[in-house]
């Protein structure tokens, strides 16, 4: 492709690196600035890269600020451009698939160069094919060119907005995405982060897991990797409450939960930018696909946003491919209709490798975001090994890795994600904050 690429002086760095890797991969890169670290204006380099998209010179545009937002709002004000502003492949994925998206935005104090890369890449590989989708982009056109969107009803026009208003808006995306204004940021800053910490976002890390009963403090650019867990049969009212709190108080990427518990603890989360998991067919996968949809479809209904549902490993060790593909994609098809992200569980420790490649195939057709080694509940965990055997087949496809079971130090979190995670499942996550050279308060 032509892709035209701009940045701000904050996202002349990132740009550099991203201009290198498009060039790497045979695209043909339009580079409209800024050519410094002198400062400079987001809205300037914004427009001219949207203007390439819009006149046909560039097939995609990349625009790099601080945070991405202001280059988003300056590019969707020119016509013929669907301008997307992503943080994790889940978002430049849905960005492509579902609206068509055809310039990306990025925030340099957000996210470090490697995971920049992968979102860059899941950006240029998805295509927004499903009829549904395209329809909907269809209207989007509509109200673009004054028109109504077809089936839809007249908009009444909207009040105007005052500065104070788009400040608030400006404010609160800022704190759902992290801010990157002043010296401590509450997003992944790198440039705040403790060391190590540091490192593992630089490789491309979006979470780390972490179970109930951290002491202390959390930075807040780590606490939003985190995946807050809490699986066990045994689990009360109380304790999911208590994990709620807790999740407040951090502000955890998400609660993972059994499903009896998600109308729980999305009431409890309801105002956080905490997300509600909920696990489906777990954990022995031995349930008609049927049942794994309805189980999701509730789930989501309930409010949880993102699913991790267990394949039918019987199957898949009886040949039956054709029954795996379809018990994946019945639950990934539940979750697309309702903007839920799934996660697909192969239970690495009971499969042989080529097992695992028609796993992870098999979710890779299915259209799923993630694929993921273990339950926690099986004889084994996560290894190095297996990451990368998983990370091989899916993340041309834009899919991610999560590795889970057995991870209990720093260097073990590393090594999986220098395998090709970029999502960690611990629950020695106490251990590997400690490692990392985070103590209470986030000293």
Request: glycine share 10%; charged share 25%; net charge neutral.
């Given at each position: 492709m032509k892709i035209a690429i701009g940045a701000d002086h904050g996202g002349f760095d990132l740009k550099t690196k991203l201009a290198a890797h498009l060039k790497s991969q045979g695209h043909e890169v339009l580079d409209l600035g800024t050519s410094s670290h002198e400062a400079v204006d987001y809205p300037v380099y914004a427009?001219?890269?949207?203007?390439?998209?819009?006149?046909?010179?560039?097939?995609r545009g990349v625009m790099i600020d601080g945070a991405g937002i202001g280059s988003c709002m300056v590019a969707n004000k020119v016509p013929g451009v669907r301008a997307a502003m992503a943080y994790d492949l889940s978002s430049a994925r849905n960005g492509r698939e579902h609206n068509d998206a055809n310039l990306l935005t990025l925030g340099a104090g957000l996210i470090g160069a490697a995971l920049a890369v992968q979102i860059l890449d899941a950006f240029l590989t998805t295509d927004c094919q499903?009829?549904?989708?395209?329809?909907?982009?269809?209207?989007?056109?509509?109200?673009?060119?004054?028109?109504?969107?077809?089936?839809?009803?007249?908009?009444?026009?909207?009040?105007?907005?005052?500065?104070?208003?788009?400040?608030?808006?400006?404010?609160?995306?800022?704190?759902?995405?992290?801010?990157?204004?002043?010296?401590?940021?509450?997003?992944?800053?790198?440039?705040?982060?403790?060391?190590?910490?540091?490192?593992?976002?630089e490789l491309g890390a979006t979470r780390l897991g972490h179970g109930p009963g951290s002491p202390g403090e959390i930075p807040r650019d780590l606490a939003r990797y985190i995946d807050h867990t809490i699986l066990k049969p045994d689990a009360t009212r109380e304790q999911v409450l208590a994990l709620c709190a807790e999740a407040r108080k951090f502000l955890f990427r998400s609660i993972c939960v059994n499903a009896c518990w998600t109308k729980t603890v999305s009431n409890a989360l309801r105002g956080t930018p905490v997300l509600t998991c909920t696990v489906v067919g777990f954990p022995l996968g031995a349930t008609l696909p049927e049942i794994k949809a309805a189980e999701a479809r509730r789930a989501i209904r309930d409010g949880a946003r993102e699913i991790d549902m267990v394949i039918n490993v019987g199957a898949l060790k009886g040949g039956d491919d054709d029954l795996v593909l379809d018990d994946i994609r019945a639950v990934v098809e539940a979750c697309r209709d309702g903007g839920a992200v799934c996660k697909v569980i192969i239970e690495?420790?009971?499969l042989t490798d080529d097992e695992k490649r028609r796993a992870c195939e098999a979710s890779r057709r299915a259209r799923a975001h993630f694929v993921k080694t273990s339950t926690g509940f099986a004889k084994g965990g996560a290894t190095a090994e297996?990451?990368?055997?998983?990370?091989?087949?899916?993340?041309?496809?834009?899919?991610?890795?999560?590795?889970?079971?057995?991870?209990?130090?720093?260097?073990?979190?590393?090594?999986?994600?220098?395998a090709g995670a970029t999502r960690i499942g611990a629950s020695a996550s106490v251990a590997i904050m400690e490692e990392a050279g985070v103590g209470a308060g986030g000293k």
């Open positions: 427009l001219a890269v949207a203007q390439a998209v819009a006149e046909g010179r560039a097939q499903e009829p549904r989708h395209q329809r909907r982009v269809a209207m989007i056109d509509d109200v673009e060119k004054g028109s109504t969107p077809a089936g839809g009803r007249p908009a009444a026009a909207p009040d105007a907005l005052s500065p104070e208003d788009l400040d608030r808006i400006v404010a609160r995306l800022e704190r759902l995405v992290g801010s990157t204004t002043g010296a401590a940021c509450e997003g992944p800053c790198v440039a705040s982060a403790p060391d190590r910490a540091r490192r593992l976002v690495t420790a009971l297996d990451v990368a055997l998983m990370a091989a087949v899916v993340q041309g496809a834009g899919m991610e890795v999560k590795a889970s079971g057995g991870i209990r130090s720093y260097a073990d979190a590393r090594r999986m994600i220098e």
